[in-house]
């Protein structure tokens, strides 16, 4: 592989050729092969490109990378599954530290643990775990990386049973702002391992995570069920109603959205705006019928679709409807309660959706997600019963400004001072940082990243500034 210095490149031709000579891995640059698939993410809002993309196949390589943007000054980009919605896990001119090489897993079913590489996706882990009838709570959408997920909170189908991800971590080890390695867990380094559940990548790179697991399938009560998009009104008010009588195990969300052409829907509904409420039972097969049936009897049901699924085939089901290389903007509210307000706002955005791709989620929060107390983890908000994320999505360029801005508008209507979440924020804003996390929360993590990241090397996300 050449080395030779690039007219953009921040780092030294000898420097580099050092560094990439010591790679267990490799170092891709700009005009090499390989370059622009391994510079691109998902989001296709942001086209960026690295000075130097260093693919990495162990803890070594990342303590190199590490080292390297210390010593040099160079602005550090880190990517798991590479789905930031902010752009975060790419970067211009800078260094980009890639994991997603890194996707060994281990199971243990006898204590019901498993330990993943933190370049793993949601599928990964789940066809692992699922070998064992376990599964611990992953994203919606099984291309996400289990990493950031994890770090900004994770919420996912099994939240209301089993917690959000990062109620589950056990362990994780990680490489800090001075390229040390360290391992973080209620016994060990535990201030560090409550700001790793619910700070994001702040305080440096998790190369590692252990996750307590839960008996989930191989087979639940999935699925989604539809409605006209002018009963609105209707479906939302039933839908909070079914929601405060919900057991644990059942996890739902709204979707207002606009009717994808697949073939469990009418064609005369195709590209027409549309409710869908989705639902995953993680209890009981034999009572998650009698569970989900408010759900599924909201108004006018045009399409039901919920039935006994593999747990990993509905981890997968929305996947094709998020393809990569598309625009992406999200921006988030958390809601304590959801009052008539609330669903006025939610049913005239709904009204307003700016394109077929467009969406807002709803999701029912509670159960033991709320069972957590405030000040365990960094993802502190747990009294707050609904979160609402505005998705903007467009195929290109045309007519994404717009459509963000019709975002915005949303979350504005929803509450000005409403919380947001980390993990569904799509641009970096300290406002939006300080909404994340009550005060006491912040101030708390700001002293963290003194300890461990004083010059604010990990940048590159939801920003917690260092004061020292």
């Known amino acids: 592989m050449t080395t030779t210095q690039t007219a953009s490149s921040p780092i030294g031709s000898a420097t580099l050729a050092e560094f ?4 267990r891995g490799s170092a891709v640059l700009p005009g090499e092969p390989g370059y622009d698939q391994a510079r691109s993410i998902w989001n296709g809002a942001h086209d960026r490109h690295p000075a130097v993309i260093a693919q990495c196949a162990g803890v070594a390589d990342v303590m190199r990378t590490v080292d390297l943007a210390r010593s040099e000054g160079v602005p550090l980009a880190v990517r798991g599954g590479g789905h930031s919605i902010p752009g975060f896990s790419t970067i211009d001119g800078g260094i980009l530290l890639d994991l997603s090489q890194m996707t060994g897993i281990e199971v243990n079913p006898d204590d019901r643990t498993v330990t993943a590489q933190a370049g793993c996706t949601w599928k990964d882990l789940d066809a692992e775990t699922q070998q064992f009838g376990l599964a611990v709570t992953g994203g919606l959408v099984s291309s996400t990386g289990i990493a950031g997920f994890t770090t900004g909170g994770g919420i996912g189908w099994l939240m209301r049973k089993h917690g959000l991800a990062c109620d589950n971590l056990i362990r994780a080890d990680l490489v800090t702002a001075d390229g040390q390695f360290v391992r973080a867990s209620a016994d060990e380094n535990a201030e560090l391992f409550w700001g ?3 700070g994001g990548g702040n305080f440096g790179v998790v190369t590692s995570f ?15 069920v539809f409605y006209p998009a ?8 039933g839908y909070r109603a079914a929601c405060a009588a919900a057991p644990d195990e059942l996890t739902t969300l709204v979707n207002l959205t606009t009717a994808p052409p697949v073939p469990f829907l009418p ?7 549309i409710i869908g409420v989705g639902g995953c039972w993680s209890g009981d097969p034999d009572a998650g019928e009698a569970a989900t049936a408010p759900f599924r009897a909201l108004g006018t049901v045009i399409s039901d679709v919920f039935a006994a699924n593999p747990y990993a085939g509905w981890q997968q089901a929305l996947d094709p409807l998020w393809p990569r290389g598309i625009h992406n903007y999200f921006r988030s509210a958390f809601l304590p309660a959801l009052d008539d307000r609330a669903l006025r706002v939610l049913a005239e955005s709904f009204a307003t959706l700016p394109g077929p791709l467009a969406e807002i989620h709803l999701q029912h929060l509670g159960g033991a997600v709320g069972r957590v107390g405030a000040q365990d983890t960094a993802y502190a908000l747990r009294d707050q019963e609904f979160i609402v994320n505005v998705i903007a999505r467009t195929p290109d360029a045309n007519g994404f400004e717009q459509a963000t801005d019709w975002a915005r508008g949303v979350t504005t209507a929803l509450g000005p001072d409403a919380r947001a979440y980390v993990n569904f924020t799509g641009e970096s804003d300290p406002a ?29 996300n939801q920003n917690i500034v260092p004061t020292v």
């Open 230 to 237: 002018q009963e609105a009104e209707q479906v939302l008010a």
């Open 196 to 198: 790793l559940r619910g």
């Open 432 to 460: 939006l940082v300080l909404a994340s996390y009550p005060p006491q929360t912040h101030r708390r993590l700001v002293e963290l990243k003194n300890r461990y990241d004083p010059t604010n090397l990990f940048r590159l």
């Open 267 to 273: 064609e005369s509904v195709h590209g027409t705006r």
């Open 20 to 23: 990439t000579a010591g790679l």
């Open 210 to 224: 252990e996750f307590q697991l839960h008996e989930v399938g191989p087979t639940v009560l999935s699925g989604l």
